[in-house]
């Protein structure tokens, strides 16, 4: 059983930053992709930024050169720094973990951006 557990939204003026963290638990392969995902109100969910076990990345063109993602592999831990918010970014973010037929999410954070 994997568990992936999320902190660090919140409610942030523009402009401001936050940083959001998700551990992993359970029996998780080596080798995995560790990112987060976005779904604001009437929206489909989007891709926000990932990270393999490797470093490799990858983000979305609306978050390049605001956000940040990166990760701790010894904890099982990704983190997205998020800089220069925009009212846009305004989401409910999900954590998402996976490997070869395994795909987990979190329970997801909530991120508001006030104008």
């Known amino acids: 059983q994997v568990q992936l557990v999320e902190s660090g939204g919140g409610l942030v003026q523009a402009g401001g930053s936050l940083r959001l963290s998700c551990a992993a638990s359970?029996?998780?392969?080596?080798?995995?992709?560790m990112g987060w995902y976005r779904q604001a109100t009437g929206k489909q969910r989007e891709l926000v930024a990932v990270?393999?076990?490797?470093?490799?990345?990858n983000y979305a063109d609306s978050v390049k050169g605001r956000f940040t993602i990166s990760r701790d592999n010894a904890k099982n831990t990704v983190y997205l720094q998020m800089n220069s918010l925009k009212p846009e970014d305004t989401a409910v973010y999900y954590c998402n973990l996976r490997w070869v037929m395994r795909n987990y999410w979190g329970q997801g954070t909530q991120v508001t951006v006030s104008s």
């Open positions: 359970g029996s998780i392969f080596s080798f995995n992709t």
């Open positions: 990270i393999t076990s490797g470093g490799s990345t």
